[in-house]
């Protein structure tokens, strides 16, 4: 199993940045890929970044050129630097982890969620 922890959520104002993070503990060992979907109100969940054990790195359209997805192997964490916030940022953002190769497919574990809201 696999526990995924995310903090960093907040309000902030369009134009803002956030930096959000996963913590993950147990066994690591059997994820290659780790990342960020995010799910707002009356929407379905969708990808928002995503980062492989070898460092390939995967963005939906919509955050290329604001959003930079990081790891910090020796803190078993991985970062969402968000830049350039819009109003249609907001969401809560769920950290996910694949035992495949990447985040479009099955995902095998999910963390809490947390609410990331850009508002003037």
């Known amino acids: 199993q696999v526990q995924l922890v995310e903090s960093g959520g907040d309000l902030v104002q369009p134009g803002g940045s956030l930096r959000l993070s996963c913590a993950a503990s147990?066994?690591?060992?059997?994820?290659?890929?780790r990342g960020w979907y995010r799910q707002a109100p009356g929407k379905q969940r969708e990808l928002v970044a995503g980062?492989?054990?070898?460092?390939?790195?995967d963005y939906a359209e919509s955050v290329k050129g604001r959003f930079t997805i990081s790891r910090d192997n020796a803190k078993n964490t991985v970062y969402l630097q968000m830049n350039t916030l819009k109003p249609e940022d907001t969401a809560v953002y769920y950290c996910a982890a694949a035992k495949g190769l990447g985040l479009r497919g099955r995902i095998d574990y999910w963390g809490k969620g947390t609410l990331v809201t850009v508002s003037s």
């Open positions: 147990g066994s690591i060992f059997s994820i290659n890929a």
């Open positions: 980062i492989s054990r070898s460092g390939f790195t």
